[in-house]
Structures are given as structure tokens and as C-alpha cells.
């Protein structure tokens, strides 16, 4: 359970953070009205969590030392995100500054991802088409496209003949697609001609067909331009 689900473990985290000086477990358990062992429990996972720091302090008077806990600096980590929404202002931003170039910024954007997400084969291994398809499925699969080959076998090494497709049948921007697909589209094709390209293929990805099915999107294949 995270702190986030645990009611309990923010109520932990309110007494820490209001109280004037770091709290024993002890100490934390009569301001709760619970018992120790609960508060000690929650109190571990918060420290497991990283919101909460546990440390030992010298005795004022005789005694053993006592570990205390405080709530650690910073923002709490527990709260809301919303991605998406950051993502659909920068879009919108970018779509509004210059629309004319907003998708070729896109497609660049991508390219350059794509370069530096992809995993470079072997070295002293061709760059085969099949070889090459085959590590551009596994980024795209990494990424969580879920891509399929289509129109031949799946490639792998030299078996089989390279796909001219790649069905794609999850869209991990989906929400983001269908409202700025003339960005996010381009975004994911420049995405795989960066790849294609970092590997040295002899083919890239010459276009990509949103929701060509209801289900799917399909990017289509084609030998490279020499040089």
C-alpha cells in the first residue's frame, strides 16, 4: 500500500511534519492515540518510501540514545500528477506558435529520439533489412506500440523476408493523438526513421497512417535514399 491509499500513513506523515522537533515512536503514538507497534509500522514504510528520515540522537541526560523520525525536506511525493496535462499545454503551444512548422518540428523531434532510444546491433553485424526491422520492433514494443509485421513473416536475422508494414495496435499518447494527431503522428514516425537511420538500415519508414482501423495505426516501409 502506498501512502497515497493509506489514510493512516498521511495522518503519520501531518503529526511529523507539524510537530516542533523530530518524534520518537513513542512520542508519534500518544499524539495519534494508537498504538506503538501500528505507528511503527507505518512509520517503516514511510522511511522505506523515502518521505520520512530516521535517525539516532545523543541522550541530554543518562540513557541510550533515541531514534527519532522527521519528515524529509522537500515537496510532498505522494500527491497528484497530471502529465498528460503538461503534455497538451506544451503541444497546444507548439501546435499555435507556427503551425506551418509544427510538423516538421515533430518529425525532427522524433528523429532524434528515435536515434538515441534505439539499441545499436552488434558490432561488425550488418545493418540487414531484417536485422534492422527486427531492432526497430523491439524499441516500438519497449515503447508500448505493440507493433505486428505485416505483409511477410516477422524478420529475424536472415529468415523470413522483411515486412513492408508494422501495424501498430496501441497507441501509448493515445488521449494526445486524437486531439493533436498533426503532431504526435509525425512525432512517432520521425520516431522510427531516427532509429531506422542510427542503425544504418538500408530502408526507413516512409509514412504512417493514423488509425487506419479502429483498432490500429499503420506505418509502412520502403527502401532508404542512398547516402
Request: hydrophobic content about 40%; overall charge neutral.
Amino acid at each position: 500500500m502506498t501512502t497515497r491509499e493509506s489514510p493512516r500513513r498521511r495522518e503519520v506523515l501531518e503529526v511529523l511534519r507539524t510537530a516542533p522537533a523530530p518524534l520518537g515512536v513513542a512520542e508519534t503514538a500518544r499524539r495519534m492515540g494508537l498504538h506503538p507497534n501500528t505507528v511503527r509500522f507505518h512509520l517503516d514504510a514511510l522511511v522505506a518510501d523515502g518521505l520520512v528520515e530516521r535517525r539516532t540522537v545523543a541522550p541530554t541526560g543518562p540513557g541510550r540514545p533515541r531514534t527519532v523520525h522527521t519528515v524529509r525536506p522537500g515537496m510532498d511525493r505522494a500527491g497528484h500528477r497530471d502529465y498528460r496535462l503538461l503534455a497538451r499545454m506544451l503541444l497546444s503551444r507548439w501546435a499555435a506558435a507556427d503551425p506551418a512548422g509544427a510538423r516538421e518540428e515533430a518529425m525532427e523531434t522524433g528523429r532524434a529520439w528515435g536515434r538515441f532510444l534505439v539499441d545499436p546491433l552488434p558490432p561488425y553485424e550488418p545493418a540487414t533489412p531484417g536485422r534492422s526491422v527486427a531492432a526497430l520492433l523491439d524499441l516500438l514494443n519497449g515503447l508500448g506500440f505493440a507493433p505486428q509485421p505485416e505483409g511477410e513473416e516477422r524478420a529475424n536475422g536472415e529468415s523470413g523476408r522483411t515486412p513492408e508494414r508494422i501495424r501498430l495496435r496501441h497507441c501509448p499518447f493515445l488521449e494526445l493523438a486524437e486531439e493533436q494527431g498533426g503532431l504526435v503522428c509525425p512525432l512517432h514516425l520521425g520516431l522510427m526513421q531516427g532509429a531506422l537511420a542510427e542503425l544504418g538500415a538500408p530502408l526507413t519508414a516512409t509514412t504512417l497512417e493514423p488509425f487506419a482501423t479502429p483498432d490500429s495505426c499503420v506505418a509502412h516501409l520502403a527502401g532508404a535514399a542512398p547516402g
